[in-house]
């Protein structure tokens, strides 16, 4: 079956380090990956995605490259804000669309 | 602009006592979510309508039941809440027909706290 294996957390950095959370999958067919970010008390909400191998997904200074060699899509920022502190999920959804198969979430704090 | 709304987004009920929850959305997607989320966990896929087609996942308990009347409406039904289903229900909708590139448009959730 497909799986999402993501970077345990918790994640604290300071604020402008570099971020970067591990992703790493299993699945059968061309699944197409995501990222969502969950802030305290709220949905998830999209941040990126990725359909096909080598495509990077990039959306407010994050970025994540499908690595199919590697079955990765690591997540990645150049320099985190206080308001990046989230919950991050790793996501895929393959050629069976009905269900998504989801990490177990990476807590992000930064500090000031 | 609002696209999958949950209402209450905060819902208090008491041990065995039927609550419903409910969704909206104004994106005429075709797929419609119910996922439980406990502390942070990954959400949990319950069930899902495929247009008017009702699929369970195997695990989900029979104490969990969903209402789709028409396009824009999903509702989820807890017969007899127990202290175990405390958590956040997220409900998201996609678009069919594009494959392993659908994306799911989640709702702000409701909390449910019983007690």
């Known amino acids: 079956g497909n799986s999402v294996t993501q970077m345990e957390g918790p994640v604290t950095l300071s604020e402008e380090a570099f971020l970067t959370i591990n992703c790493t999958y299993t699945?059968?067919?061309?699944?197409?990956l995501f990222w969502y970010v969950q802030y305290p008390g709220e949905g998830l909400q999209l941040l990126l995605k990725a359909t096909k191998a080598d495509d990077k997904g990039s959306n407010k200074g994050f970025e994540a490259t499908y690595r199919k060699e590697t079955t990765s899509f690591h997540l990645e920022k150049g320099s985190v804000q206080v308001s990046d502190s989230a919950v991050y999920f790793c996501a895929l959804r393959d050629t069976n669309a009905g269900k998504s198969t989801f990490g177990d979430g990476t807590t992000l704090t930064v500090k000031p | 602009d609002a696209m999958v709304i949950q209402n209450p987004r905060y819902q208090v009920t008491q041990f065995g006592k039927p609550v419903t929850l409910s969704c909206s959305q104004t994106l005429n997607h075709n797929v419609m979510y119910w996922y439980q989320q406990k502390s942070s966990q990954a959400p949990k896929l319950l069930f899902h309508y495929y247009d008017k087609d009702f699929n369970n996942e195997a695990d989900t308990p029979d104490n969990f039941q969903s209402r789709r009347p028409n396009t824009s409406f999903c509702f989820l039904d807890i017969r007899s809440p127990g202290l175990g289903d405390a958590a956040m229900y997220l409900c998201?909708?996609?678009?069919?027909?594009?494959?392993?590139?659908?994306?799911?448009?989640f709702g702000p959730g409701t909390r449910l706290l019983v007690l």
């Open positions: 998201a909708t996609s678009r069919a027909g594009q494959g392993a590139q659908e994306t799911q448009y």
């Open positions: 699945a059968t067919g061309y699944p197409s």
